[in-house]
């Protein structure tokens, strides 16, 4: 099995900044991508960011120069950085990561969701 346990979540006021991590565990040979994304209520699920096993960053125009992500390969974790926040950031925020198993399976993951909440 595979589990991707998320920390990190919390309400703060506009322009705080909050870190969510996300740590995957289990029966994982490698990771290739990891990836963060959100779902606000009545919206569907959208990309945040992503990092793959090279480092290479992708963000969602919204958050470009507020959000950072990184990765410990060693951990296996993934980090957000959300400085700047806005009442529009406020959603449950989802870590994903598309690995491969010890079994040989490639397959995409999804941890338990944190609520994220920006109160003005």
């Known amino acids: 099995q595979v589990q991707l346990v998320e920390s990190g979540g919390g309400l703060v006021q506009v322009g705080g900044s909050l870190r969510l991590s996300c740590a995957a565990s289990?029966?994982?040979?490698?990771?290739?991508?990891m990836g963060w994304y959100r779902q606000a209520p009545g919206k569907q699920r959208e990309l945040v960011a992503a990092?793959?096993?090279?480092?290479?960053?992708n963000y969602a125009d919204s958050v470009k120069g507020r959000f950072t992500i990184s990765r410990d390969n060693a951990k296996n974790t993934v980090y957000l950085q959300m400085n700047s926040l806005k009442p529009e950031d406020t959603a449950v925020y989802y870590c994903?990561?598309?690995?491969?198993?010890?079994?040989?399976?490639?397959?995409?993951?999804w941890g338990q969701g944190t609520q994220v909440t920006v109160s003005s």
């Open positions: 994903n990561a598309h690995l491969r198993r010890l079994s040989g399976r490639l397959g995409d993951y």
């Open positions: 289990g029966s994982i040979f490698s990771i290739n991508a």
């Open positions: 990092i793959t096993s090279a480092s290479s960053t």
